[in-house]
Every structure is written in structure tokens, then in C-alpha cells.
């Protein structure tokens, strides 16, 4: 399976602004997607933003405006811009791939990052 590893959680006030990074550890074949998740606790993991082959991309509505996904294709890193952080943004945040695996699909996490807004 990939190896990812994320980095850039941390501590900030709310209004701040993030960066979290993914590092894959090499060059991903048939990627569908990839993406950030994040899990509060005693809640779901739940969606971000992804960037779908193609190169469309997807957000929850709680984070559209404020939160841009890119990727970086020569360094196999995905990124995840926060701005206008939210104590409701206070996760553990996980990066995912997909890959088309025979006639389906795997998937790969990170290890996760923490991020915590205070009010």
C-alpha cells in the first residue's frame, strides 16, 4: 500500500490559517482520487475536499470558502490551505487516496494530524 504522511496541524486562534501537507511516498498509479478527511471526537469521519482524476475537486459546504485543496504532482504531495479556521474545525485530519485496484478500488490513509482552533 502507499505510504502517506501528513504534517502542519497544530494550534492557532480562531480566524487563523493552516497548511496541512501530504507526502506520498512515491509515485501513485491509477489514482481516482485524493483527498483530506478529519474526525472530531465521538463523531464521523467525514469528507473535506478531494480532487477527483481529472482534476475536479469537492468540498463539504462547511469549508467551501475557506479551505482549498491543491496538489502537487512533481513532489506527490496534496495540500489543504485553511483559512478562516473554525473552533467546529477542531479534527484529527486524514489524508486518503484511492486507487482503481482490478475492478474496484483501494484506499490508503495517513496517519492523521491534529488540529485545534480555540475561541
Known amino acids: 500500500q502507499v505510504q502517506l504522511v501528513e504534517s502542519g496541524g497544530g494550534l492557532v486562534q480562531s480566524g487563523g490559517s493552516l497548511r496541512l501537507a501530504c507526502a506520498a511516498s512515491g509515485s501513485i498509479p491509477s489514482i481516482l482520487s485524493v483527498g483530506w478527511y478529519r474526525q472530531a471526537p465521538g463523531k464521523r469521519r467525514e469528507l473535506v475536499a478531494r480532487?477527483?482524476?481529472?482534476?475536479?475537486?469537492n468540498y463539504a459546504d462547511s469549508v467551501k470558502g475557506r479551505f482549498t485543496i491543491s496538489r502537487d504532482n512533481a513532489k506527490n504531495t496534496v495540500y489543504l490551505q485553511m483559512n478562516g479556521l473554525k473552533p467546529e474545525d477542531t479534527a484529527v485530519y486524514y489524508c486518503n487516496v484511492e486507487q482503481r485496484w482490478g475492478l474496484g478500488s483501494r484506499g490508503s490513509w495517513g496517519q492523521g494530524t491534529q488540529v485545534t482552533v480555540s475561541s
Open positions: 480532487i477527483i482524476d481529472g482534476g475536479s475537486t
